[in-house]
C-alpha cells in the first residue's frame, strides 16, 4: 500500500476538496483499507440493512423517524449475576417511531405491536438482526427523568434513515458533552426545542438548543460578561460538534443567564413559554423540569395560559353544570366563577387570592376603588361561595332543581360581566404599560448619557443627543435609533387614541429588547469604570486589590483566595489611607452597587508607602492586568 505524503497531497488539492467535502467519499476510502474478509462482512450487513429499512418504511411509514445501526454492547454492560459473552454476529438496529399520532391505540401496546412485526420482517433477512422499536414520547420521557442513557446510544449510532431527528439527537448530544466537559458546574438546562420536538421535523430543519447559565453565584465579572464569554465558546462548541458529526443542519443555540430567563417567565414571554412546554431537556439540574411542571399545572402566575386558562374554565365548567345538574352542579358553578374572578385579579396585578378573600378583594378594588365593576355582580359570587360552604360544612342538606337554575342563569350573567371587566381592565393596563415603557426608557437613556459625561438633558432633546453622542460615534448600533423613533412616535399615536393593542404589545417587546441593550451596555462601562479604580498588586506568590470609592478604600488581601479577607480604610486628603477595619465581601458589594458612576481617581505618593504596610516590602504594583 503506498503512503501519500504531505507533498502528494498538495500537488492534487481539488481531489483532496472533494473528499472532505463528501464523506460518502472519505467512508468508502476507508473501507478499501480494510482486510478483504471485513469489507465483504460489511456490505453484507449494508445489504440486509437496506431490505430491513425497505419492508419497515413498506408497511410503517408515516410513523418511523429513523433507522440506525447501533454499537455493539460492552462486555460489561450485561446485568446478569453471569457475564454472557457478546455476540459478535448480532446486528443491532434502532427504529425510532413517532407516536404523536396514535390514537386507536395506548403508546405501548402501539411499541409492542411494532415490535413483533419489525421482529418478524427482520428474522426473515436475518436470524442475527435485532431491531430495537424506541417510541418519541418514551425516549422524551427518559429525558424527562434525568435518563439519557439512550441519547448517548443514539449519538453512537450509524443512521440508515433519517427524518432528521437522529442527526438533532446526535449533534445536541455531542455538544452537550462538549459543554460540560468545560463548563458544567454553570450550565442549568441543556434542552432541544423547535420544531423537531414540536412533530413539524424535515431533514434539513434548524437544529434548536437552549442552553441556561447560572450566573447567581458570579463574583469576578458582571452578568453581562459571563453570558458574552460562555455564549461565544458555546456557539464555538457548536460549529465543532457540526464538524464532528459531519451533521450540515445548522445548529441554531440560545444562551441564557438564569436572571435573564426569570425574568422573560416572570414577564409571561411567550418564546420561553414555547420552550417550557414543548422543549426536551438532554441534561438539567433540576429547575427546568420544575419549571415544566408548574407551567403544566397553570401555576406560574401571571401569565397568559394561565389567565387563559382561569377564564376558560369557567365557560367549560357551566357546559358541565347543564349536563350534571343535580351531581355536581353546585361544585362546578362554584369554581365556575371563582376562577376567572381570580383571573381578573391576577391580570389587574393582583397574585390570586384565597377563595374567601376573592368576593371581598373583587369589592374593594374593582367596585369601589377602580369603579369598574356594579356591586350586584360580587353579591353574585358571595352568594354561590356562601352557598357551597353551606354545603360543605353540611348546614344545607339539599339543593332543589330550581336553586340550581337560578345560579346558572346568574353566574352565566356573572361571566359576561367577568369578560367585558377583562377588557376594561386590559384597556388600563395598556395605558399603564405604555406609559411605563416610554419613562423607562428616557430614564435608561439619561443614565447612558450621564456615565458618557453628560449630565443634563431637556427632554425634547433626548433624541438628537441620544444619536450624537451614542449612535453616530458607533457606540450603539443604529437599529436602537428606530426603535427609540418608533417608541416615541408610538407614545404619540396612543396618547392621541390610535395605537391599537397589537401595536402596544410590539412596542412593548421591541423595547425590551432596547432596554435589555442598554442595560447590559451600563454593566459594561461601569465594569471597566470601575476597573479604573483598582490598584492589582503581587507579593510573595499572591495578588492583592485595592479599590478606591470616594472616601474609602477596600482591600482585598488574595483575590485568588476562597475566603477573601478584606480590609477597609478612609482615604486621606494627602491620598494615604487611615486605619484600616475588617470588612466582608458583602459590604464591598454593597459599596460598589450604590456607585452609579465610578469616580475619578487620582492616586498620590503617599498610598505607596500603605501598600508596603498591607502587603509587605516585595509588593510590585502591576500595570495592564
Known amino acids: 500500500m503506498v503512503k501519500k505524503t504531505k507533498r502528494d497531497e498538495k500537488k492534487n488539492p481539488a481531489e483532496n476538496a472533494s473528499m472532505k467535502g463528501n464523506p460518502a467519499a472519505l467512508q468508502g476510502k476507508a473501507l478499501d483499507k480494510l482486510p478483504k474478509d471485513v469489507q465483504e462482512k460489511l456490505k453484507s450487513i ?42 459478535k454476529d448480532k446486528i443491532n438496529v434502532l427504529v425510532l417511531v413517532d407516536d404523536s399520532d396514535s390514537k386507536k391505540m395506548s403508546k405501548f401496546e402501539l411499541k409492542d405491536k411494532l415490535t413483533v412485526i419489525m421482529n418478524n420482517i427482520a428474522q426473515e433477512i436475518d436470524k ?43 449533534i445536541a448530544e455531542v455538544h452537550k458533552t462538549m459543554v460540560l466537559k468545560k463548563f458544567e458546574k454553570y450550565i442549568v438546562s441543556h434542552v432541544l426545542a423547535g420544531s423537531l420536538v414540536q412533530g413539524r421535523a424535515t431533514p434539513t430543519s434548524d437544529i434548536d438548543v437552549w442552553i441556561v447559565i447560572d450566573d447567581t453565584d458570579v463574583k ?71 419549571w ?72 374593594e378594588i374593582f367596585v369601589q376603588k377602580e369603579k369598574l365593576l356594579e356591586d350586584k355582580f360580587v353579591k353574585i359570587l358571595e352568594k354561590v361561595i356562601e352557598t357551597r360552604k353551606m354545603i360543605e360544612h353540611g348546614e344545607k342538606k339539599e339543593i332543589t332543581g330550581k336553586e340550581i337554575d337560578e345560579f346558572l342563569n346568574e353566574s352565566d350573567k356573572y361571566l359576561k360581566r367577568i369578560k367585558r371587566l377583562f377588557t376594561q381592565i386590559e384597556k388600563i393596563k395598556e395605558e399603564q404599560d405604555m406609559v411605563k415603557v416610554y419613562e423607562t426608557i428616557v430614564t435608561i437613556i439619561r443614565d447612558v448619557l450621564r456615565i458618557e459625561g453628560i449630565e443634563r ?89 485595592v479599590i478606591l470609592l470616594g472616601d474609602v478604600a477596600f482591600i482585598i488581601h488574595d483575590i485568588d483566595h476562597e475566603e477573601k479577607e478584606i480590609s477597609k480604610a478612609r482615604i486621606k486628603e494627602d491620598g494615604s489611607l487611615g486605619t484600616t477595619q475588617k470588612s466582608s465581601l458583602q459590604e464591598l458589594e454593597k459599596s460598589l452597587s450604590k456607585v452609579e458612576i465610578p469616580p475619578k481617581v487620582f492616586i498620590k505618593e503617599p498610598i505607596f508607602e500603605n501598600l508596603k504596610d498591607f502587603f509587605g516590602k516585595d509588593v510590585e504594583i502591576l500595570v495592564n492586568y
Open 46 to 87: 449494508k445489504t440486509k440493512l437496506e431490505k430491513f429499512q425497505k419492508r419497515v418504511l413498506g408497511k410503517f411509514d408515516k410513523y418511523i423517524v429513523g433507522i440506525a445501526l447501533l454499537p455493539q454492547p460492552k462486555p460489561n454492560d450485561q446485568k446478569s449475576t453471569e457475564q454472557k459473552p457478546v455476540d
Open 128 to 170: 442475527n438482526l435485532t431491531p430495537q422499536a424506541v417510541i418519541l414520547s418514551e425516549l422524551w420521557q427518559n429525558c424527562y427523568d434525568g435518563k439519557y442513557e439512550m441519547l448517548q446510544l443514539i449519538a453512537l449510532s450509524v443512521p440508515i434513515f433519517d427524518r432528521g431527528m437522529l442527526a438533532a439527537i446526535k
Open 220 to 290: 469576578k465579572m458582571t452578568r453581562a460578561e459571563l453570558k458574552d464569554k460562555l455564549r461565544a465558546i458555546i456557539i464555538g462548541m457548536g460549529i465543532e460538534a457540526g464538524e464532528l458529526t459531519g451533521i450540515k443542519n445548522k445548529l441554531n443555540i440560545q444562551v441564557y443567564i438564569l436572571t435573564d430567563f426569570w425574568d422573560s417567565l416572570r414577564e409571561a414571554n411567550p418564546i420561553i413559554f414555547t420552550l417550557l412546554r414543548d422543549g426536551v431537556p438532554f441534561y438539567d439540574r433540576g429547575i427546568f423540569m420544575a
Open 292 to 363: 415544566k411542571q408548574l407551567l403544566r399545572m397553570g401555576k406560574i402566575k401571571p401569565s397568559a395560559e394561565a389567565i387563559d386558562m382561569f377564564m376558560g374554565s369557567g365557560e367549560q365548567m357551566l357546559k358541565r353544570v347543564g349536563l350534571k345538574l343535580k351531581d355536581i352542579g353546585m361544585e362546578d358553578i362554584y369554581y365556575a366563577i371563582l376562577t376567572p374572578s381570580q383571573a381578573a385579579l391576577m391580570l389587574h396585578g393582583v397574585p390570586p387570592p384565597a377563595p374567601k378573600e376573592t368576593a371581598t378583594l373583587m369589592r
Open 457 to 545: 438633558v431637556e427632554d425634547e432633546e433626548v433624541v438628537k443627543v441620544f444619536e450624537d453622542e451614542m449612535i453616530s460615534q458607533g457606540k450603539i448600533p443604529a437599529k436602537f435609533l428606530r426603535i427609540l423613533n418608533e417608541i416615541i412616535k408610538a407614545k404619540k399615536d396612543y396618547d392621541e387614541k390610535k395605537l391599537t393593542r397589537v401595536e402596544v404589545e410590539k412596542v412593548k417587546k421591541s423595547s425590551n429588547e432596547f432596554i435589555k441593550f442598554l442595560v447590559e451596555y451600563l454593566q459594561r462601562k461601569r465594569g471597566r469604570e470601575l476597573e479604573r479604580t483598582k490598584i492589582r498588586v503581587k507579593h510573595g506568590n499572591r495578588y492583592g486589590e
